[in-house]
Nanobody, 125 residues
């Protein structure tokens, strides 16, 4: 069984940066596409970014395009989300997830093979 553990969240002022990490344990996820999804208080989950198994393809939600960057290090079984120019509206719990298929923007945990426990990101104005 694979466990995904997110880290790197915290409190940051608007305009600041954070880097989230998602590390898999139990089995490798190097053959799977990886996703970041977030959920703000009182709102539905929102797709943020995805990356193909080899890292050659990435895709972002319009709301974060140009500010966030997803990357992965398969040797470390870890996926990253570099978040720059953060805005208060980026405040949410950020989840990472794994799925064999690349190219979807699903937000329901049941649609993914593995889903992390989330890390809180709070951006103050």
């Amino acid at each position: 069984q694979v466990q995904l553990v997110e880290s790197g969240g915290g409190l940051v002022q608007a305009g600041g940066s954070l880097r989230l990490s998602c590390t898999a344990s139990g089995r490798t996820v190097s053959s799977k596409a990886m996703y970041w999804i977030r959920q703000a208080p009182g709102k539905e989950r929102e797709f943020v970014a995805r990356i193909s198994w080899g890292g050659g393809r990435t895709y972002y939600a319009d709301s974060v395009k140009g500010r966030f960057a997803i990357s992965r290090d398969n040797a470390k079984n870890t996926v990253y989300l570099q978040m720059n120019s953060l805005k208060p509206e980026d405040t949410a719990v950020y989840y990472c997830a794994a799925k064999q298929i690349y190219g979807l923007e699903l937000t329901d945990p049941s649609e993914y093979e593995y889903w992390g426990q989330g890390t809180q990101v709070t951006v103050s104005s």
